[in-house]
T-cell receptor, first 111, second 114 residues
Framework: RKEVEQDPGPFNVPEGATVAFNCTYSNSASQSFFWYRQDCRKEPKLLMSVYSSGNEDGRFTAQLNRASQYISLLIRDSKLSDSATYLCVVTKTGGGNKLTFGTGTQLKVEL | GAVVSQHPSRVICKSGTSVKIECRSLDFQATTMFWYRQFPKQSLMLMATSNEGSKATYEQGVEKDKFLINHASLTLSTLTVTSAHPEDSSFYIC??????????FGPGTRLTVL
């Protein structure tokens, strides 16, 4: 089983739609959780950290469910510029701040 | 935000040659740098953790003699792919960790081995 699992998509949504991505992680000892965004042939960029209490940044909302080992990302009012691959990332077990990446979920926002 | 650069951004080489990739933190000192590799449609895979002034720590399955890492200063780490072969063709990305353990990624180096 992969350490971090995501539905690869693609998710094709119209502009203005709300879309949700899910991610599961296998190790209950994972400590920190993030969503990164990666554009085609570019490096990943931090979108937001994820906390148990949930957090929101503009149109983006992230939530963590430790009991179910599940992380979500909700994007409201999708823009064309949101088209990218969204990577679920957790800290590597026993590895300090080593990051373990999921394979990513591809989002395509269309007119 | 913090800036990390990589050089070169793209390299094409013949099989058997060695390729050096540089990773620099431009506006902060990074005690720790990380090297990742990403194959098409796959996730970033951590190859090694590089600490300034000490030997790198390699992940399981990564050959330390093939992927030489040097972290000579707080702003520079290098990855040398020795005797590169076509299966080494990939997107190599470094990241640098600041004092708050936040990782900032370089723009990546696309290696193609013919």
């Amino acid at each position: 089983r992969k350490e971090v699992e995501q539905d690869p998509g693609p998710f094709n949504v119209p502009e203005g739609a709300t879309v949700a991505f899910n991610c599961t992680y296998s190790n209950s000892a994972s400590q920190s959780f993030f969503w990164y965004r990666q554009d085609c042939r570019k490096e990943p960029k931090l979108l937001m950290s994820v906390y148990s209490s949930g957090n929101e940044d503009g149109r983006f909302t992230a939530q963590l469910n430790r009991a179910s080992q599940y992380i979500s990302l909700l994007i409201r009012d999708s823009k064309l510029s949101d088209s990218a691959t969204y990577l679920c990332v957790v800290t590597k077990t026993g590895g300090g701040n080593k990051l373990t990446f999921g394979t990513g979920t591809q989002l395509k926002v269309e007119l | 935000g913090a800036v990390v650069s990589q050089h070169p951004s793209r390299v094409i080489c013949k099989s058997g040659t060695s390729v050096k990739i540089e990773c620099r933190s431009l506006d902060f000192q990074a005690t720790t740098m990380f090297w990742y590799r990403q194959f098409p449609k796959q996730s970033l895979m951590l190859m090694a953790t590089s600490n300034e002034g000490s030997k790198a720590t390699y992940e399981q399955g990564v050959e330390k003699d093939k992927f030489l890492i040097n972290h000579a200063s707080l702003t520079l780490s290098t990855l040398t792919v020795t005797s590169a072969h076509p299966e080494d063709s990939s997107f190599y990305i470094c990241s640098a960790s600041d004092q708050k353990d936040t990782q900032y990624f370089g723009p990546g180096t696309r290696l193609t081995v013919l």
